[in-house]
Nanobody, 122 residues
C-alpha cells in the first residue's frame, strides 16, 4: 500500500526559513514525480513546486520562485521543500502528492500526504 508521510511545518516568523519533507513507502520512488500543493481556507489548492522522477526536472510556481526550492533524495525516498524568506501569504495547509508524471493540476494526483500546516507570523 502506497503511503506518503509529511514532516515539518509549524509557526514561523516572516522572513525566516523552514523545510517540509515528504517520505514515500510502499512502492518504488525513483520513477515517480512528487509535487507540493497548498491550500488556504476558502481558496483553491494550488501547485507550489514539483520534481520529476525520470530527469529530476523541477517546476516552481511563480508565486514562490526565487524563494522556494525542491530537492529529492532517492536513497531516503524523500522530497524536501525548502521555504526561504517566507511571507504571510505563504500561510496554508501544505500537501505533497505523487504521480508517475509531473503535472500542475492537483486533479492528476491520487496519492497524498496527510497535510501539514505552515503559518507565517507577521
Amino acid at each position: 500500500q502506497v503511503q506518503l508521510v509529511q514532516s515539518g511545518g509549524g509557526l514561523v516568523p516572516a522572513g525566516e526559513s523552514l523545510t517540509l519533507s515528504c517520505t514515500a513507502s510502499g512502492r518504488t520512488f525513483d520513477d515517480y514525480a512528487v509535487a507540493w500543493f497548498r491550500q488556504a481556507p476558502g481558496k483553491e489548492r494550488d501547485f507550489v513546486a514539483g520534481i520529476s522522477g525520470v530527469t529530476g526536472r523541477t517546476i516552481i510556481a511563480d508565486s514562490v520562485k526565487g524563494r522556494f526550492t525542491i530537492t529529492r533524495d532517492n536513497a531516503r525516498q524523500t522530497v524536501d521543500l525548502r521555504m526561504n524568506t517566507v511571507k504571510p501569504e505563504d500561510t496554508a495547509l501544505y500537501y505533497c502528492a505523487t504521480h508517475r508524471l509531473l503535472r500542475y493540476s492537483h486533479l492528476n494526483y491520487g496519492i497524498w500526504g496527510q497535510g501539514t500546516q505552515v503559518t507565517v507570523d507577521s
